[in-house]
């Protein structure tokens, strides 16, 4: 499947792509050297540049790599005992599932995974290629960290980009109070600030009716805004998706989980494809709209006691998966459903970089099928994987 003529020069020439950006832009040409983006346009000339790889994407779509705002890159899980842990993410599976930038969290267990572990993990996805951020934080307060503060976290290290996933409406939560979520949001704005990212609080919601609430009474109550919360798994039941359309109205980004399972389609979850259409018809704009994959972290069934009864694995090719589906089964465009796992996650984490085509940003590049497979893998402008041959 894949072809060797790649080098760690990250001088490329790709021809003929039909590019998304993700609004299509046409037939064009891209340039990349030393890894970015340098040059988009028709029947591109160049000469002497030196290691250059030139390829040919015969027409078929080329878009940005995708941005997956929440993968547990260290595994999560055992909620059901240490059998029930999940495994690290291997560097290969970026380069299958499309999925070039990763944001590692630590979920339930921040006993036996840790960030220091995260972060080891996240520089060696990096030197494989996989561009990797880590937030600071899990479900629980008081925060752990790695430097004594999420302030300093955000600001000493280049790969914290914000805290998460902090739990709220869940049984395995530990139930953040209004001021500590407000007191939380201010102390990631403030390490942000100096640092100069943008500062990212992500909000794993569980599926009791409290919903979003205190995130709208943070809000109401103190100088924060909903856009200072990010949160996640807003598809998890039908009255969480309707506080989710009201939350995005209001100005926050609300992400839906790719992954799931046919126990939790059953139990309630909404598809994440169908999510986006039904946002989409009640009036929320696309820019408010990210999907996640959840990778690697467990999907447990409980009972209705509270006791865990299974569990799956969150799946990284998932994001590419709901695009597909998107478009097929429920209707919606390619550039639409793209926009929802590139350059709208890449927004709310603050990295300008990625998950857009234009001059100067990183030249994470994907091959699509026409029927909106993933087909090749470009990061920073090296081939991870391409076809033998291109139809």
């Not at 540049?49 to 705002?69: K, M, R, W, Y």
């Not at 600030?193 to 995130?215: A, C, E, N, Q, Y």
């Not at 447990?300 to 597909?324: C, K, N, T, Y």
């Not at 089964?329 to 350059?343: I, K, P, R, W, Y």
């Amino acid at each position: 499947m894949s072809v060797s003529t790649s080098t760690e020069s990250g001088n490329l020439l790709l021809r003929n792509a039909d590019v998304y950006a993700p609004e299509r832009m046409g037939r064009l040409d891209i340039l990349v050297l030393a890894g970015r983006v340098v040059s988009m346009g028709q029947g591109i000339a160049v000469s002497g540049i030196p290691d250059l790889v030139e390829l040919d994407a015969s027409g078929l779509p080329v878009t940005p790599g995708l941005v997956d705002s929440l993968t547990h890159i260290t595994g999560g899980g055992g909620e059901g005992g240490y059998s029930t842990r999940m495994p690290f993410m291997p560097a290969e599976d970026a380069w299958t599932s499309g999925v070039t930038t990763v944001t590692g969290a630590l979920g339930t267990d921040a006993i036996h995974r840790t960030h220091a572990d995260m972060l080891g993990h996240a520089r060696y996805l990096q030197s494989q290629g996989v561009s990797a951020y880590i937030y600071s934080g899990s479900y629980h307060l008081p925060i752990k960290t790695l430097t004594g503060s999420v302030q300093t976290d955000i600001a000493y290290i280049p790969d914290v980009i914000g805290v998460g996933e902090l739990a709220i409406a869940d049984h395995r939560g530990s139930h953040p109070s209004v001021e500590e979520l407000a007191r939380l949001a201010a102390e990631v704005r403030v390490g942000a600030m100096l640092s100069g990212k943008k500062g990212v609080l992500s909000i794993h919601v569980g599926d009791h009716d409290s919903g979003l609430r205190t995130l709208h009474e943070a809000a109401e109550r103190y100088p924060v805004k909903l856009s200072h919360f990010y949160p996640t798994h807003i598809n998890r039941h039908e009255a969480l998706l309707k506080q989710g359309f009201v939350f995005a109205k209001g100005g926050g980004m609300i992400d839906f989980t790719a992954s799931n399972n046919e126990s939790l389609l059953a139990d309630g979850d909404i598809d994440s494809p169908d999510a986006v259409a039904r946002a989409l018809a009640a009036g929320v704009s696309i820019s408010q709209l990210t999907i996640s994959s959840d990778a690697y972290a467990s999907l447990p069934e409980f009972d209705a006691q509270g006791r865990f009864v299974r569990v799956d694995m969150g799946r990284l090719d998932s994001m590419a998966d709901a695009i597909r589906r998107g478009c097929s089964d429920v209707g919606l465009n390619f550039s639409s459903m793209l926009q929802t796992a590139t350059l709208n996650p890449a927004n709310a984490l603050g990295l300008w970089h990625k998950g857009r085509l234009k001059s100067g940003v990183d030249a994470d590049l994907l091959l699509w099928s026409k029927d909106h497979q993933v087909l090749g893998t470009i990061t920073r402008g090296v081939v991870r994987r391409w076809p033998t041959e291109v139809v």
